[in-house]
């Protein structure tokens, strides 16, 4: 807890003493350096279970000087946690400070760009925005999160042309473990991964894949690749995303198929509706369900969200009614 007062104190702090716009953080005096971060308060209902949590309270420091720019984002991943059911409730709290990301770039010029540290693996659109206020819905689609890393330790290239259109590769190379396992769908010491993306207009499409090296754990299969294709359409009023992958362990197909298809109809510039239908086939856990969600948003400022959804499954009893608020600031 003297963690949490400690960083509250020295936003409130910086904030005083500069101009301050909210989403974009407080510069520190004239340094290449602004603190911002955000939370996020969700509850979930279920036929069996209530749960509120306090599930992300971030803080950021990002900045740039001349061909370098970084990023460091520390979090704690579930601050309180109140669990209750039709007899008991079960109330816990984790204090730890995990290290969501940490890296640094190098812009050679508007085409290169190589980074290094922590960060989001660049595989299709949805594992690009992993904070909750950035996104149109409180979850995030369940098949994504069983088909690859999250977060990659190690080196990262990209290669962007803007000739006519935008045309863009991805590397990723990570030789060891992560900065911080603790934060990350798989704990592994090694991926390897490349994308490609081209964009027209409206319209972009992308293609990755990779491979992994799993660690501390028992399940059958440590080494893992997988496939994803994506595509997205984004006009003023709409925008259709889609993704679809697999997984595979040697021969055999871990996940089968694993995706989703989006769409999004912006009512307002505050107000936006959202169904989304998502489907899986995972064979490592022998598990598959069907997913159709329908949800709403509304951001009174573009950094705070507040969203409803509702699940509907094939597995009956995962339905569900989410409500997040969110705030970057």
């Known amino acids: 807890m003297r963690k949490i007062i400690f960083i509250l104190a020295m936003f409130l702090s910086l904030h005083a003493q500069n101009e301050y716009e909210l989403g974009k953080g407080v510069q ?24 509120y949590k306090i599930d992300d309270l971030a ?9 370098f720019s970084y990023m460091a984002e520390l979090e704690f991943k579930e601050l309180y946690v109140e669990n209750s059911d039709d007899d ?22 508007e085409n290169y760009m190589l980074r290094i ?7 299709g659109f949805w594992n690009l925005l992993p904070i909750n206020v950035l996104r149109e819905t409180t979850s995030s689609p369940l098949s994504l999160s069983i088909l690859f890393p999250k977060f990659t330790t190690g080196v990262g290239a990209t290669y962007t042309s803007y000739i006519e259109n935008e045309f863009r590769i991805d590397v990723m190379l990570q030789n060891n473990e992560d900065i911080d396992d603790e934060y990350n769908n798989y704990k592994v010491d090694k991926h390897y991964g490349f994308g490609i993306s081209y964009e027209k207009d409206a319209f972009s499409i992308k293609a990755n894949a ?28 709409y925008q259709l995303l889609a993704e679809l992958g697999s ?30 239908v998502e489907s899986y086939e995972d064979n490592a856990h022998a598990v598959d369900d069907n997913i159709a969600i329908i949800g709403y948003t509304y951001r009174p400022l573009y950094p705070i969200a507040i969203k409803t959804e509702y699940q509907f499954h094939s597995l ?3 339905n569900q009614f989410l409500f997040s608020f969110s705030v970057l600031f």
């Open 59 to 67: 803080i950021l420091g990002y900045g740039s000087y001349e061909k």
């Open 210 to 237: 990779g491979y992994f090296h799993k660690i501390h754990d028992d399940s059958y299969a440590d080494k893992l690749s997988y496939a994803l294709l994506s595509a997205k359409y984004d006009s003023q009023k």
């Open 88 to 109: 008991t409730t079960e109330i816990s709290r984790d204090y730890r400070l995990y290290i969501e990301r940490v890296y640094l770039d190098y812009h050679h010029d």
């Open 117 to 123: 540290g922590k960060y989001n693996s660049p595989i």
């Open 247 to 276: 997984q595979k362990a040697d021969n055999d197909f871990t996940t089968t198929y694993a995706g989703y298809l989006q769409g999004l109809y912006r009512f307002t510039e505050q107000h936006l509706g959202v169904m989304r």
């Open 316 to 318: 009956r009893e995962q």
């Open 28 to 51: 520190v005096a004239s340094l290449p350096l602004f603190i911002g971060g955000y939370f996020s308060i969700n509850y979930k209902n279920t036929d069996n279970e209530k749960k």
